[in-house]
């Protein structure tokens, strides 16, 4: 299985970016996917889930959205209203019989995309 994520760049702050994972294998065939980033110097965190429901990091609620289009097998995650503090490394995920408890974790997830780079600027 292989992740491909795209759509990062250098953006002003306040502005928007659609992230894409397209994935080489049908999306339904998993429950869980996910977006993680990587601040620089930093630990990787998370950021948003889709299974049945969305699961959203405290820091980009209300201003991120995850989705998945299975037609296409892409997972997407729209974020707007971007901060400085969202410069990151972003990578998408997946994986399959991911409990509620473990879905911000990143150890849980046995598919991971190569990264795309977020740059927001002051």
């Known amino acids: 299985v292989q992740l491909q994520a795209s759509g990062g760049g250098l953006v002003q702050g306040g502005g928007s970016l659609r992230l894409s994972c397209a994935v080489s294998?049908?999306?339904?065939?998993?429950?869980?996917m996910a977006w993680f980033r990587q601040p620089p110097g930093k630990e990787r965190e998370f950021v948003a889930a889709f299974r049945w429901t969305e699961y959203y990091a405290d820091s980009v609620k209300g201003r991120f959205s995850i989705s998945r289009d299975n037609a296409k097998n892409t997972m997407y995650l729209e974020m707007n209203s971007l901060k400085p503090e969202d410069t990151a490394v972003y990578y998408c995920?997946?994986?399959?019989?991911?409990?509620?408890?473990?879905?911000?974790?990143?150890?849980?997830?046995?598919?991971w995309g190569q990264g795309t780079l977020v740059t927001v600027s002051s």
């Open positions: 294998e049908r999306t339904s065939r998993f429950t869980t």
């Open positions: 995920a997946a994986g399959n019989s991911i409990i509620t408890s473990t879905i911000s974790q990143g150890t849980t997830y046995s598919y």
